[in-house]
Nanobody, 119 residues
Framework: QVQLVESGGGLVQPGGSLRLSCAAS????????MGWYRQAPGEQRELVAR???????DAADSVKGRFTISRDNAKNTVYLQMNNLKPEDTAVYYC?????????????WGQGTQVTVSS
């Protein structure tokens, strides 16, 4: 069974840090581009950051310099290190997996983890 399970969300004060983790199972993790998306109430889901199978990364302008995405293929896990958090970072954060390889499940999503930035 293919599964993505996020963890690490919570309540943090502005300027604080959190590290999100997404553990994958039931899939060949290394062939997937992994991404973190977020959705705030009343807003559309947006890309936060993603990391390719080769480790190349990109991120939304709003988080550049503050958030870092990384992956550990040996642990089938992708991380999002979030520093200098701002109230506008408050959202549900979702893990996503995509591959262009045929024959594999594509566009997979986790259940989400809540991040709340508030004093």
């Amino acid at each position: 069974q293919v599964q993505l399970v996020e963890s690490g969300g919570g309540l943090v004060q502005p300027g604080g840090s959190l590290r999100l983790s997404c553990a994958a199972s039931g899939m060949i993790f290394s062939i997937y581009t992994m991404g973190w998306y977020r959705q705030a109430p009343g807003e559309q889901r947006e890309l936060v950051a993603r990391i390719s199978t080769l480790g190349n990364t990109d991120a939304a302008d709003s988080v550049k310099g503050r958030f870092t995405i990384s992956r550990d293929n040996a642990k089938n896990t992708v991380y999002l290190q979030m520093n200098n958090l701002k109230p506008e970072d408050t959202a549900v954060y979702y893990c996503n997996a995509r591959t262009s390889r045929s024959g594999y499940k594509n566009d997979l999503w986790g259940q989400g983890t809540q991040v709340t930035v508030s004093s």
